[in-house]
T-cell receptor
Framework: AQKVTQAQTEISVVEKEDVTLDCVYE???????LFWYKQPPSGELVFLIR??????QNEISGRYSWNFQKSTSSFNFTITASQVVDSAVYFC???????????FGTGTSLTVIP | EAQVTQNPRYLITVTGKKLTVTCSQN?????MSWYRQDPGLGLRQIYY???????DKGDVPEGYKVSRKEKRNFPLILESPSPNQTSLYFC???????????FGPGTRLTVT
């Protein structure tokens, strides 16, 4: 069975601080995809990144960076110099390479205080 | 504009009154899914479809039906809604196996 755990339910940081959102996943499959989505207060779900299990390179996109480590089954997301607009719920998700089911974590609610 | 649309966006109904939430995408995507989002539980997949007339159950299919008669549409049907189906529902679509999915704006359903 597949499972995604986001142990941090809520995080608050002061603007300009760095923050890391943790994601730990469980699967016995060796080929899978990992995703991060953002859900701002307006409610829509915004795709941020997809990573496949073959590619353990870290990725940076502006203030966002992702650290994928198969050895610890983690796919953590760091926001550098956080801004108020980063306030949202962030979801990590897993899908097996050959499957169609997505497995979402329970989300981390991030509040950036001005 | 490429998008996934859902209707209605908000719905309050009573127990047992059949309802349909529509989902439509204009991106010619093969795959479509329905999710429900509940506090503390994240998003859970209800049903998904790999193409026209091909559907399968997700994690929480009880009490729901779907159909995929056209590639662009994937309606979610609640034949006899119950209060435990009060939730925020999202439709999503994606092009193929290795692609990310795009979500609709959500439908907030309340069953009294």
């Amino acid at each position: 069975a597949q499972k995604v755990t986001q142990a941090q339910t809520e995080i608050s940081v002061v603007e300009k601080e760095d923050v890391t959102l943790d994601c730990v996943y469980e699967t016995r499959d060796t080929t899978y995809y990992l995703f991060w989505y953002k859900q701002p207060p307006s409610g829509e779900l915004v795709f941020l990144i997809r990573r496949n299990s073959f590619d353990e390179q870290n990725e940076i996109s502006g203030r966002y960076s992702w650290n994928f480590q198969k050895s610890t089954s983690s796919f953590n997301f760091t926001i550098t110099a956080s801004q108020v607009v980063d306030s949202a719920v962030y979801f990590c998700a897993l899908r097996l390479y050959t499957g169609n089911q997505f497995y979402f974590g329970t989300g981390t609610s991030l509040t950036v205080i001005p | 504009e490429a998008q996934v649309t859902q209707n209605p966006r908000y719905l309050i109904t009573v127990t047992g009154k059949k309802l349909t939430v529509t989902c439509s995408q204009n991106m010619n995507h093969e795959y479509m899914s329905w999710y429900r989002q509940d506090p503390g539980l994240g998003l859970r997949q209800i049903y998904y479809s790999m193409n026209v007339e091909v559907t399968d159950k997700g994690d929480v299919p009880e009490g729901y039906k779907v159909s995929r008669k056209e590639k662009r549409n994937f309606p979610l049907i609640l034949e006899s809604p119950s209060p435990n189906q009060t939730s925020l529902y999202f439709c999503a679509s994606r092009m193929g196996q290795s692609y990310e999915q795009y979500f609709g704006p959500g439908t907030r359903l309340t069953v009294t």
